[in-house]
């Protein structure tokens, strides 16, 4: 119980400096990984008309969108 206690801990505090980090950069300028410009290009393809700073459920649930 103790060293799965130590590694939730330490597990936590990792999971904030990540939030931290992502969370005080602006987005547009934030690269997770290497490929984030090429998978963001393969979903545009895919998704060409999808407005991604709002989502709607509503509307990601009509015939279209299907």
Do not use: C, G
């Amino acid at each position: 119980p103790r060293v799965e206690l130590a590694w939730a801990m330490k597990a936590h505090q990792h999971a904030q400096v990540y939030f931290n980090l992502i969370s005080s950069v602006d987005p547009r300028f934030l690269n997770l990984t290497k490929v984030d410009d090429r998978i963001y290009e393969e979903f545009r393809k895919t998704f060409r008309d999808l407005r991604i700073d709002v989502l709607d459920p509503e509307e990601l649930k009509s015939e279209p969108a299907k």
